[in-house]
């Protein structure tokens, strides 16, 4: 049903594109059985998919204050930004911090930052699985969480929090956003692509992104997928000419990756072309962008080539307001020397604060089974608690209830998946 | 029935009048909120000020939508829907009613049809089987999914073939002595006095069809085939699974919506939507009273 | 009127009957039934790739593992419940409205208000739910607005573990109640009108003639109308709660059609939804058979 790609990878594919092979075999890993391969993989750059805080720079300067570095400083942001009229209009309409109905989501609004302050490396309602101690446990399950929901839950009782978030899922936090009543909130890296860039274009606020504040006596961690898993495109067996599918990859790696082309990089990469066709390569971004920060710091951009030229060309052009294009903000929260991708290449990377999920492609037949409402069991017993419908100690029965429903079984079937080294 | 007008009794008429009127605006209110929404400015909605009048008078919102093209489309696919489908139901109601309104010496099979239809009522795949067969059949993404799968609602056909059955046999006789075949019958005999009856279950199937939501959600894989009531479901309930998965063109259009404010833009759609709804019914009330109490009461 | 045809002549007249038959059993077989051969697949250890009967059979193993699911007995209870007072609530305010509606003198008013009160019942759930999603907010909504006016504190509708069950069900009976009072106003006037008349005479005032006659009168519609909601004890009103439902309200608003539904479509497990399904329908099945024959022993009533 799925072609075979080795031979025609082997036989057609440029060097600059086996190259991928070698840099990054974890990705390759995911797509290859018996030897053979069987996929392209789209090579995401999973160490990006990480919170972020997000804030206003119009709410922080008009409440004269500087960005959180710990909870305890985020927490009285908000209560700045809840009770000081932050937008200046005389109303009181306006919340500390944003959240989402799925809150143990990895997206707009989750809580998943303020739980990696404390530890817990967590990412979706069903990821991640990692090591501590020795042993493969789940992040949703630690001990440490109390004290984050502990922190959510004061807020949620004294008013910071939106009331109505168990109903809102991210779509109508946007429009909170859009209209001006939300103006911190965690979230992934693509901020200024989505949603902050519907107030950019409105009104001219500018969002950014901070390094997730930290809790004293704790160890931040957060949670990305592992490499092996990602998204990949296959070609079908009744393909009768695989090798075209490989010329097109080529085609695509010389004109966005290996050329200095600017044109060629807005059109087929920014302006995202290339969603078009589903045969492509992603760039992964440590190709780049230590090349990039490097010319932040010297001050020019003429060295680069390929995608680090035209991120650089972006990024000064947003800064000095010549570039106009709807991307130049997009890229700019991203690329810029304290963007979303510095913070997560020089600050999470660097404190060693990166966990990747253990689960990749072989997955317990309990896990299949139940992770669905294991993870509905996630959601409700924070937001239980957060909301303030069970006290904090459920947290010990949630647990157990956790482990119970297949959850003791999946941990014991992933060590014999997941031998330790 | 002649009651003593005593004061209790007209104290308990006025209270009663009262009580009634403000069960039915209770009845009404809602809409009557909707409506003032739809016609406000954004400020005044999100401050939350509007109740039954609409505040800063403004007509953005339909505007927005005449202009966003995927209710149009969406508009399109449930009238496309809703006229096919009730089309067939009638005639599938009344080829299927017909026969099986005979007596046992007319047709002697009658008794073996008519479980073979009513067993379907008391037994059902569900979703997942269903989903199966429709794929088997080649209609993910069709319209003919929304229409084949409930081609014949039993249900009405049991009140249709019931009406029939208590026609006096006096009528088919006469046609049968005038040398009748059954379609003459049929068509020319039993059908007009029918009418309560077909027009109730036409106000169903139509009510049925105009507002049948999940199964466009599930069989129609683009949202360019959704209709309306699926469109907004996702929209005004769920929009984050509609976003997701549009182009960027729907980018411009989220961009737009973010400024109409949504509350507007969605109670203009949900009023929109609930249109052909108001015009229809009430026409039809005085059979469906009868019509349906008729058929289906009856020992 | 037959006795004298040949066999010949009664096979001829009766062939059209068959053929009219043919469209629809035509699309009851492949739709109708064919998904009921579909269920097979609740008893397989289910792959989708390998089509309905190319997967392992486990006999009853998906519904051992579908009750011991967390939470499934919570899901039951709440359907069960919501189920209870949804038909509690949908015999008695339609009697209520119907006496009531039965007294008013003018035909005018009467079929008016008939009118306006059978809206709600005619539309979807889709178009209710943004409309109550709307007016419940506790922030924005008119209802907590008014709530406010006199001087109580904003209540959380839709988010509220307490208060979403009770919110479905008003509603519920909102949406219905109108229509629902077609069968009642029949039956009133159905009733005997000289009874009334003898208790005219022998003194007794509306109230008590509502007792004794009114009511015994429409007892045994009301009677039959419960009975034949029986069948739908296991339904709880997916369309409704679905589209007014979220995680935060789970514990008592989850029903089994939006557990099963979550299960089937979110997480495919395809086999544990199917077998739910399948548990469902028999349930419904005892239901409904049993509610039939009560049906018709008590009050005489069949539908073919």
Not at chain 1, 271 to 295: H, K, N, S
Not at chain 2, 250 to 259: H, P
Request: hydrophobic share 45%; charged share 15%.
């Amino acid at each position: 049903m799925i072609a075979n790609l080795t031979d025609v990878f082997e036989a057609y594919a440029l060097d600059g594109v086996k190259e991928y092979r070698e840099k990054f075999p974890e990705s390759f890993e995911g797509v290859t059985f018996d030897g053979k391969m069987y996929a392209f993989p789209y090579m995401n750059d999973n160490f990006h998919q990480t919170p972020f805080l997000w804030i206003r720079d119009d709410w922080l300067e008009n409440t004269g204050s500087k960005a959180p570095e710990t909870v305890e400083e985020m927490v009285e942001l908000a209560r700045m930004f809840k009770n000081s009229d932050p937008d200046g209009n005389g109303r009181s309409d306006t919340w500390g911090l944003g959240v989402n109905k799925n809150i143990a989501a990895s997206d707009l609004g989750s809580i998943t930052g303020l739980l990696s302050a404390y530890g817990i490396p967590g990412r979706q309602n069903n990821a991640i699985f990692y090591r501590r101690n020795g042993k493969i446990t789940f992040a949703y399950i630690q001990e440490e969480a109390k004290a984050a929901l502990a922190v959510a839950r004061d807020m949620y009782a004294e008013g910071l929090i939106d009331p109505e978030f168990t109903v809102k899922d991210a779509s109508i936090l946007e429009q909170d956003i859009a209209s001006g009543s939300l103006g911190m909130l965690y979230h992934m890296n693509w901020g200024t692509w989505y949603p902050f860039n519907l107030i950019y274009e409105s009104d001219d606020v500018i969002t950014r992104p901070y390094p997730i504040p930290k809790a004293e006596g704790y160890e931040y961690k957060v949670g990305i997928e592992d490499s092996r898993t990602g998204d990949v495109f296959m070609v079908s067996s009744s393909c009768k000419n695989p090798e075209a599918v490989i010329k097109i990859l080529n085609l695509y790696y010389n004109t966005v990756e290996a050329s200095s082309d600017a044109d060629s990089f807005i059109t087929y990469w920014s302006d995202e072309q290339y969603r078009l066709c589903p045969i492509y390569v992603g760039i992964p971004t440590e190709l780049y962008a230590p090349d990039l920060f490097e010319a932040f710091e010297k001050g020019s951009g003429d060295e680069l080539s390929g995608t680090a030229k035209s991120y650089y060309g972006y990024v000064k052009g947003f800064e000095d307001g010549s570039a106009t294009d709807a991307n130049a903000y997009g890229t700019w929260g991203q690329m810029f020397d304290r963007g979303s991708m510095a913070i997560a290449l020089k600050d999470y990377r660097n404190d060693n604060a990166i966990v990747s999920n253990i689960l990749s492609n072989d997955i317990p037949e309990i896990w299949l089974q139940n992770n669905g409402t294991l993870g509905t069991m996630v959601d409700t017993a924070y937001t239980d608690i957060i909301v303030g419908n069970k006290p904090l100690d459920s947290f010990d029965q949630f647990v157990k209830d956790w482990l119970a429903a297949g959850g003791q079984q999946t941990l014991d079937e992933m060590e014999r998946l997941y031998p330790a080294e | 029935m002649k009651i003593k007008q005593s004061l209790p009794r007209n104290i308990f008429l006025v209270f009663n009048y009262l009580f009634l009127v403000v069960i039915a605006l209770i009845c009404l209110l809602p809409f009557v909120n909707l409506l003032a929404i739809s016609f406000s400015a954004k400020l005044p909605v999100a401050a939350g000020e509007v109740s039954f009048w609409p505040i800063g008078f403004t007509t953005d919102a339909y505007a927005f939508i005449m202009h966003s093209g995927a209710f149009t489309t969406a508009l399109i696919v449930s009238i496309k829907r809703t006229v096919l489908g009730v089309c067939i139901n009638l005639v599938l109601i009344i080829l299927t009613a017909y026969p099986l309104s005979k007596s046992k010496k007319d047709f002697r099979l009658r008794s073996v049809y008519s479980w073979y239809f009513v067993a379907t009522i008391l037994l059902s795949g569900g979703m997942i089987p269903m989903y199966m067969v429709v794929r088997y059949t080649g209609l993910i993404d069709s319209i003919w999914s929304l229409v084949l799968p409930g081609a014949l609602p039993v249900f009405s056909m049991l009140v249709v073939m019931n009406y029939m059955r208590s026609l006096p046999q006096e009528l088919e006789e006469a046609a049968y002595i005038d040398g009748a075949n059954h379609t003459q019958t049929l068509l020319k005999v039993i059908l007009p006095v029918c009418a309560p009856t077909i027009a109730t279950v036409t106000l169903f199937a139509f009510v049925g069809h105009w507002n049948s939501w999940f199964d466009g959600m599930i069989y129609m894989n683009k949202v360019e085939n959704y209709p309306m009531q699926s469109y907004l479901q996702t929209v005004v309930i769920n929009p984050e699974a509609f976003f997701r998965n549009t182009s960027n063109a729907s980018a411009d259009i989220m961009r737009f919506a973010a400024m109409v404010n949504a509350r507007t833009s969605n109670a203009a759609q949900l009023f929109l939507a609930t249109i052909p709804i108001l015009l229809v019914y009430p026409f039809l009330q005085k059979y469906f009273t009868t019509g349906l109490v008729m058929g289906s009461v009856k020992g | 009127m037959n006795k004298n045809l040949r066999r010949k002549d009664r096979l001829l007249r009766e062939l059209p009957l068959h053929f009219m038959l043919l469209p629809a059993i035509i699309l009851v077989a492949v739709y109708s039934y064919g998904s009921m051969i579909g269920t097979v697949i609740a008893f397989q250890k289910f792959i989708p790739a390998n089509g309905l009967f190319g997967s392992d059979w486990i006999g009853f193993s998906n519904f051992r593992n579908l009750f011991t699911m967390p939470n499934i007995w919570q899901v039951l209870r709440n359907t069960v419940a919501i189920s209870l007072f949804k038909m509690a609530g949908g015999v008695i305010v339609p009697v209520v409205f119907a006496l009531l509606l039965n007294e008013v003198a003018s035909r005018f008013a009467k079929r008016s208000l008939q009118t306006i009160v059978y809206l709600p019942n005619f539309l979807s759930w889709v178009i209710l739910a943004g409309i109550f999603t709307d007016i419940l907010s506790p922030g924005t909504g008119i209802i907590n607005m008014l709530l406010g006016k006199i001087g109580i504190q904003p209540i959380f509708f839709l988010g509220s573990q307490t208060w979403f069950p009770i919110t479905m069900v008003l509603t519920d009976i909102w949406k219905t109640f109108g229509f629902n009072s077609v069968i009642y106003l029949a039956a009133l006037t159905s009733i005997d009108p000289s009874l009334y008349e003898s208790a005219e005479i022998d003194g007794a005032g509306r109230w008590k003639q509502t007792l004794h006659i009114t009511l015994p009168g429409i007892l045994s519609t009301m009677v039959l109308m419960t009975v034949l909601a029986m069948g739908n004890i296991l339904n709880g009103g997916f369309d409704q709660i679905y589209n007014l439902y979220s995680p935060s309200v789970y514990a008592t608003g989850d029903i089994l059609d939006t557990f099963v539904f979550r299960l089937g479509i979110q997480n495919a497990q395809y086999a544990l939804s199917t077998a739910a399904g399948l548990f469902k329908s028999a349930v419904s099945l005892i239901f409904i058979a049993a509610s039939y024959w009560l049906a018709d022993k008590f009050a005489g009533y069949r539908i073919f």
